[in-house]
């Protein structure tokens, strides 16, 4: 089993700050790593698939890098919409999901 | 536009059989490549994928719970069922339908339906 490890598990920020999140994957998986944002009562969107490409739609501000096992995304600036919680997924064997990161207002 | 809803009961007993149907539109389940599946989340915790199978009637199962899962599609209806056996109070969780293209990533994702498992 890939397990993926996120960090922070909650993140305090304000709008228009940058915040970056990280997911460290217990074996390399090259770069089949994707990212979703969570919302109540919303269907989850997915975000970034294969660890840096913006998927149609999402705006710029989102960003993603890393290969191997160490993977991060980033908000360039934290709009209103963005407070949510954020999930990255591994596909190189099966799926797993990392526990989530919750970006709250500070 | 691409849609997936689940439905189902919302309350189970223990040991009984939970059956969910994904209705979806926007795609078709015999296009070369196309998944659908389910993924769960308790609440309050991570969450799990459970189950794929795709155009071809391939079909992939969570090792921990393969024995315990059966995933069937009816093309003609665009739905596919998911049927999960000896329910337990551990399995309280919401389901989500997903689209997937090949192994990779979910691209489209229901809203969700919230199943608790009490007597």
């Known amino acids: 089993d890939v397990q993926l490890t996120q960090s922070p598990s909650t993140l305090s920020a304000s709008v228009g700050d940058r915040v970056t999140i990280t997911c460290r994957a217990s074996q390399s998986i090259s770069t089949w790593l994707a990212w979703y944002q969570l919302k109540p009562g919303k269907a989850p969107k997915l975000l970034i698939y294969e660890a840096a490409s913006l998927e149609s739609g999402v705006p710029s501000r989102f960003s993603g890098s890393g290969s191997g096992t160490e993977f991060a995304l980033t908000i360039s600036s934290l709009q209103p919409d963005d407070f949510a919680t954020y999930y990255c997924q591994q596909y190189n064997d099966y799926w797993t999901f990392g526990q989530g990161t919750k970006v709250e207002i500070k | 536009q691409i849609t997936l809803k689940e439905s189902g009961p919302t309350l189970v007993k223990p040991t009984q059989t939970l059956t969910l149907t994904c209705t979806f539109s926007g795609f078709s389940l015999d296009t070369n490549g196309v998944g659908v599946g389910w993924i769960r989340q308790p609440p309050g915790r991570a969450l799990e994928w459970l189950a794929l199978i795709y155009w071809d009637d391939e079909d992939r199962r969570s090792p921990s719970l393969t024995s315990r899962l059966t995933i069937t599609k009816d093309t003609s209806k665009n739905q596919v069922v998911l049927i999960m056996t000896n329910m337990d109070p551990v399995d309280t969780a919401t389901y989500y339908c997903?689209?997937?293209?090949?192994?990779?990533?979910?691209?489209?994702w229901g809203l969700g339906t919230l199943v608790t498992v009490s007597s």
């Open positions: 997903v689209q997937i293209n090949g192994d990779s990533y979910f691209s489209n």
